[in-house]
């Protein structure tokens, strides 16, 4: 046997000659539009916090209160220690507010989708997958032990393909799909998919992670958007809402299934009350929040133009997540350093998490920058050396 610290150094210079070793700035004060990193000044253009609800003001206070009336533990599993009554208030919210029966709350995104896939699918089912889902969606399908079937990326005639070749195998059947998809930014066609789903007898499961709070009207996501309500939502409460946690909604029996089949839901101690009251707040914010969800617009349109008329390749597209792919990770990863020491705060993509070649930058505004700010980003790319 090797031992296991040369086994540990072997692995990590691989990773190192790949050149896909990770490491994370260090980040003083909250996070917002600006931020102090590796004791810089910088401009924040790779969160998720997209409308800059990670600092607000009446998230803190819903949060200090829950802290006084509730505390900040949980305890124990929900199953354990029971249900507290800020757990329910933002279960009940949250699906009312996506026009579902019920809600479950998990600790987070990675959470929910890793025990709602494997909760609601088993051994001879069948899990249709999008080729770009999320690393949860992939893990979650794995841990069902249901087979996976992989059909192209947003590829509404390749999923009608693989439903009609796999009809008569398995018991049932989940289509799985995001619905602003993390990395390439873009939308699938959602109805058309929602319509195959129901024709071949699929529960349709839609991770809305990039879209609650930022797309469709109140910021209720691209489902509400497009008029669908698929089987199963999900959603985070760590980016639009400038929290933590995250939530699967459905009919009652879908919610109790969960309840009482997630490992990660059953094996976990419950979310803080606090944080449920993060997300009860953020609710009310996202519902009021057409002014952010309209500056988020414009600064995305016009970083989007202003990147493309400076000859960076920019993925189609018109959410708030601009892709602009550079290619190796090498490359990837000089181009966002030199932008760092320019004052911009902009993250390399590299494989797992995108196909290998396909490295990016991912630029994301925040509704809180000014006009200002979005024109200091395209003087910086305009200036930096590629
Ligand atoms: C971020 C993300 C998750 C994971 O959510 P966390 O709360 O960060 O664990 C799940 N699905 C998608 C599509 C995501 O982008």
């Known amino acids: 046997m090797k031992a296991f610290r040369e086994h540990v150094s072997e692995r990590l210079s691989r990773i190192e000659g790949q050149g896909l070793r990770r490491h994370a700035r260090d980040v003083a004060g909250p996070q917002d539009g600006w931020l102090w990193v590796d004791g810089r000044r910088v401009l924040c253009l790779c969160s998720n916090n997209y409308l800059g609800l990670a600092r607000h003001p009446a998230l803190l206070a819903a949060v200090r209160e829950a802290l006084e009336l509730d505390g900040f533990g949980a305890a124990a599993s929900r199953q354990v220690s029971g249900n507290m009554r800020l757990h329910r208030q933002a279960e009940l919210a949250l699906a009312h507010f996506l026009e579902q029966e019920a809600g479950v709350l998990f600790a987070s995104g990675y959470a929910c989708n890793t025990g709602v896939l494997q909760a609601l699918a088993d051994r001879g089912d069948v899990i249709f997958s999008d080729r770009l889902n999320h690393a949860s969606l992939i893990d979650g399908a794995r841990l069902s032990r249901a087979e996976v079937v992989v059909y192209e990326h947003a590829d509404i005639d390749d999923l009608r393909a693989k439903l009609h070749a796999h009809r008569h195998r398995g018991h049932g059947a989940l289509v799985v799909t995001e619905s602003l998809f993390s990395m390439d930014g873009d939308v699938p066609p959602l109805r058309p998919i929602a319509e195959l789903a129901r024709a071949f007898d699929a529960g349709l499961v839609v991770d809305e992670a990039h879209a609650l709070g930022v797309l469709g009207p ?54 803080s009350p ?58 990837t990863m000089a181009l966002s350093s030199a932008l760092f020491e320019r004052g911009l705060f902009v993250h390399g993509i590299r494989p797992p998490t995108v196909p290998a070649g396909t490295g990016r930058l991912r630029i994301v505004p925040i509704a809180t920058h000014t006009t200002d700010d979005i024109d200091h980003a395209l003087s910086v790319f305009a200036e930096v050396p590629r």
């Open 274 to 331: 606090a944080m449920a009251a993060a997300a009860l707040a953020g609710l009310r914010l996202i519902r009021e929040a057409d002014g952010l969800r309209r500056a988020l617009r414009q600064h995305a349109a016009r970083l989007r133009e202003g990147l493309h008329a400076l000859d960076y390749r920019v993925l189609s597209g018109d959410g708030p997540i601009i892709p602009v792919v550079i290619g190796t990770p090498e490359a």
């Open 218 to 271: 109140m910021g209720r996501g691209m489902c509400a958007e497009v008029g669908v309500v698929p089987d199963v939502t999900i959603a985070t409460l760590g980016k639009a809402f400038g929290g933590q946690g995250a939530f699967a909604l459905g009919t009652l029996e879908v919610v109790d299934l969960i309840r009482n089949r997630a490992r990660s839901y059953v094996f976990s101690t419950a979310p």
